[in-house]
């Protein structure tokens, strides 16, 4: 009796050998594909982050030429005044129509 009483304990340590042998395997497939998840969440934190600066850059360089822009145009501090801009655009049109009716005078054109 002892023999298939052996036996049948063989069969059982080979039945736990091959489930543990099939937990490991499984243990080593959960963690491949845990590093798996971290490595794709550190790629895209990073790519978050890369978007985050520019995003940041762009909202600084937006802001600038913003306040540029106020500045050209007479609005807020240090800027230009609105009826200079006004006195520049009428004195370059002035120039331009009197220069139109100067040409002829200048270079009068060949008689036929």
């Given at each position: 009796m002892s023999t298939s009483r052996?036996?049948?304990?063989?069969?059982?340590?080979?039945?736990?050998?091959?489930?543990l042998d099939d937990?490991?395997?499984?243990?080593?497939?959960?963690?491949?594909?845990?590093?798996d998840i971290y490595d794709d969440v550190e790629r895209q934190n990073t790519s978050l982050d890369d978007a985050r600066d520019r995003f940041a850059s762009f909202?600084?360089?937006?802001?600038q030429s913003s306040r540029r822009a106020g500045q050209a145009?007479?609005?807020g501090q240090g800027g230009v005044k609105q009826w200079r801009n006004i006195g520049y655009c009428?004195?370059?049109?002035?120039?331009?129509?009197?220069?139109?009716?100067?040409?002829?005078?200048?270079?009068?054109?060949?008689?036929p």
């Open positions: 052996d036996r049948v304990e063989d069969t059982y340590e080979l039945q736990n050998d091959q489930r937990l490991h395997s499984k243990l080593r497939t959960l963690r491949s594909v845990t590093t909202g600084a360089s937006l802001a145009f007479g609005i009428v004195a370059a049109f002035v120039a331009i129509w009197i220069l139109w009716k100067l040409l002829p005078f200048l270079w009068p054109s060949p008689s």
